[in-house]
């Protein structure tokens, strides 16, 4: 612990204690602020309020740092897998070669949902958002686990519950595209891997069977593995307030994909591409969204771009960039929306609004070329970022779970609202002005 810091109100001087990080960050712990001054701190947007000390992932946002329990992202990205980054982050340590197989063999033989879900799917209209339904069928799973409901899971019914929805989920995801191309669902095959029996669900047909193509199957894992955690971004800490009141992993889970689907969280990288086809069909105007993204009387903001934490330039963002230029090489794409994107960020980064403000491009900004590349329609994109991001919320929810004294969320407010008033009887009301 440093030194308390000194807080002086009505004459009297409180000591603040300060928490200081692995990597020196510092806080003031105010646990005891209400009990001792009866005064509440107000952040809206909680930009300067930390939620929780957490061990998973290290963010520096002016050095452009991104690490999963210690390890640095570009070395995950080169060296591992999602799968060994799902058991890193949700269980702290790299696998052994005899705990990730353990691992692995769990995750595939949950490969299967129960055969009623399937009529869910043909339920919705052809036109549903498939985050709608992702959110939805994660839910709807615990109908079909009640033995894992159990509000003080045991570590094995926590594994049981972690390994089935890490399977679990990219079967929905891709049920619900199919359902979204009217057709048929296929099943995982017992010889693919984790993404390869994703790709394969998506995109064979009972016409054709999809055969992995290496180059696609690396860039998918490398783009997962750059949305598995992201510390307490909004729908991580939402999976975190909901699983506070100890509400299954389930429930947790589907809450954060219902927060992930906002335009200004994951739901950019759809918005990202349609601000670039926009602009494409605008003759390449970039100039004209950039000044509609600096005018404040309108409510446009250049997608993709910008960070609450990251006042440089998303290491997410440099990596994804780079395999755009290697993918759609190795795949001889030339896809005019990554010309655009380039010569966006190049005219955005160069303008003094942007410099100002330290808005750079975030990890939205160049996924959906590469999810493109690999015939991934626009509407999955968010999909496609809560695929990658289950392993953070999960290993979040344990985290917060497994904290001896763990409490509920419940944070407070000031009350701006009417003074104590006495109710006025129907006939005595006279004409309101309209509210
Ligand atoms: C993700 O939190 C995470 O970690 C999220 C994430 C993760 O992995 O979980 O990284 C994933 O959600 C990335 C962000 C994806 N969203 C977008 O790309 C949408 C566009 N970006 C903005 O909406 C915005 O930058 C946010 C939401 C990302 C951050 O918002 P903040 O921190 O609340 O910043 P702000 O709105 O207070 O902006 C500060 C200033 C404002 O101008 P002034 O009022 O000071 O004049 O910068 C401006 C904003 O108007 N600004 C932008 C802008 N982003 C901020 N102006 C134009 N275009 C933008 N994109």
Redesign the pocket.
């Known amino acids: 612990m440093a030194e308390a810091a000194k807080l002086e109100l009505e004459g009297k001087v409180y000591e603040i204690p300060v928490i200081v990080g692995t990597e020196q960050e510092k806080g003031l712990d105010i646990s005891r602020l209400k009990a001792t001054t009866d005064y509440i701190t107000v952040d809206p947007?909680y930009?300067n309020t930390g939620s929780c000390l957490s061990a998973i992932t290290y963010i520096d946002g002016e050095k452009g740092i991104l690490r999963y329990r210690g390890y640095d992202i570009a070395e995950l990205c080169e060296k591992s897998t999602f799968m060994e980054v799902c058991y890193l982050l949700i269980y702290g340590e790299l696998p052994t070669p005899e705990q990730y197989t353990k691992f692995k063999d769990k995750v595939l033989r949950h490969s299967l949902i129960h055969e009623d879900m399937k009529s869910f799917f043909t339920s919705y209209p052809g036109h549903a958002h498939p985050m709608a339904i992702l959110s939805a069928m994660v839910c709807s799973l615990s109908v079909y686990h009640p033995e894992l409901l159990a509000p003080d899971p045991s570590p094995e019914e926590m594994d049981e519950t972690i390994t089935r929805l890490l399977s679990k989920v990219r079967v929905l995801a891709a049920f619900a595209y199919k359902r979204s191309v009217g057709e048929a669902f296929v099943y995982t095959r017992p010889k693919l891997d984790y993404l390869s029996n994703f790709l394969h669900m998506m995109f064979t047909t009972p016409m054709e069977q999809y055969e992995t193509d290496e180059v696609i199957r690396k860039a998918l894992d490398v783009l997962f593995i750059l949305?598995a955690d992201?510390?307490q971004?909004?729908?991580?800490s939402t999976v975190r307030m909901v699983g506070s009141s100890k509400a299954n992993l389930f429930a947790s889970i589907s809450a954060g994909i219902c927060a992930l689907w906002g335009?200004?969280?994951?739901g950019?990288n759809q918005?990202?591409i349609e601000m670039l086809e926009a602009i494409a069909a605008d003759g390449g105007n970039y100039k004209k969204y950039i000044d509609k993204?600096?005018d404040?009387n309108d409510p446009f903001?250049?997608?993709?771009?910008?960070?609450?934490?990251y006042k440089n330039y998303?290491p997410?963002a440099r990596i994804i960039k780079k395999y755009c230029d290697d993918v759609l090489g190795k795949l001889g794409i030339h896809d005019p929306i990554l010309e655009i994107a380039k010569g966006l960020e190049e005219v955005a980064l160069t303008d003094p609004?942007f410099i100002e403000?330290k808005?750079y491009p975030?990890?939205?900004?160049y996924s959906g070329i590469l999810y493109r590349a690999m015939n991934i329609p626009t509407n999955m994109f968010t999909v496609m970022f809560a695929l990658g991001?289950l392993p953070g919320w999960i290993a979040h929810w344990k985290e917060m779970i497994e904290e001896p004294g763990m409490r509920i969320a419940r944070p407070r407010q000031i009350y701006t609202g009417a003074p104590l008033r006495k109710f006025i009887p129907f006939n005595q009301r006279g004409t309101y002005a309209e509210p």
């Open positions: 947007g930009a949305h992201h510390e971004n909004c729908s991580t335009p200004l969280h994951g950019a918005a990202v993204a600096k404040k903001k250049l997608m993709g771009f910008g960070h609450r934490i998303d997410r609004y403000r808005l975030n990890v939205d900004f991001r």
